[in-house]
């Protein structure tokens, strides 16, 4: 039913950490206004009319093309604003997780993240941003879920911070809080593309 459902988009896997029988939904790439757009939603909302859940020890990995920013500086003002928000981020993702963890180790190599320096990585993969696909940056931070909103606000912020960082300047930066949450969620605020974001934020009272 799932595989039907999802068609050419996406493919099951196993996972030995979801136990006793469970199963990972992995998403072939696609942009976010994509799979907004496009994939079957209402299969959420279905497997939890049939009794599936969201395991407590899994979370929504996503993943974003290192080809999507415009320069290492890009994925360096990326980084920076989801580690600089870490309370925020955490409250947005429903959990904190030592399988996504905001490492000070992690915060101190950002320009090694940024450059692809993977010999100066010196970290595991188990951070709020894992650096380590070769070909993409993975936001693991989300709780996992069944619920429409929460899933794509999860799309939506990963998207939304790269859009929102890709023209960031220095001087917005220092001079006007470039950083700052409050920034960022009023930048959310005046693009419709990234309601679901807002909404979410709004829910968990993290908007501000």
Not at 66 to 92: C, M, P
Not at 131 to 159: I, M, N, T, W
Request: glycine residues 4%.
């Amino acid at each position: 039913m799932v595989g039907e459902s999802v068609g050419d988009l996406a493919y099951l896997k196993h996972d030995s950490s979801i136990e006793p029988s469970g199963f990972e939904l992995v998403t072939h790439p696609m942009e976010y206004r994509y799979a907004v757009e496009q994939f079957p939603w209402e299969l959420l909302e279905l497997l939890e009319e049939l009794g599936c859940r969201s395991d407590h020890s899994v979370g929504i990995h996503v993943h974003v093309s290192r080809d999507g920013f415009d320069s290492a500086a890009h994925i360096f003002r990326w980084a920076k604003l989801i580690y600089r928000n870490e309370s925020q981020t955490v409250a947005l993702a429903r959990r904190r997780s030592n399988y996504a963890a905001f490492s000070p180790i992690a915060r101190a190599r950002v320009k090694h993240t940024a450059k692809d320096d993977l010999p100066r990585f010196g970290m595991d993969r188990y951070q709020a941003i894992n650096p380590h696909p070769r070909k993409s940056l993975e936001v693991r931070v989300f709780a996992g879920s069944l619920d429409r909103q929460q899933v794509q606000a999860a799309l939506a912020f990963v998207a939304a911070t790269v859009e929102y960082t890709r023209t960031l300047t220095c001087t917005q930066v220092v001079r006007h809080g470039g950083w700052e949450w409050e920034q960022f969620t009023t930048w959310v605020a005046q693009h419709e593309d990234y309601a679901p974001l807002r909404a979410e934020m709004e829910t968990l009272a993290c908007a501000y």
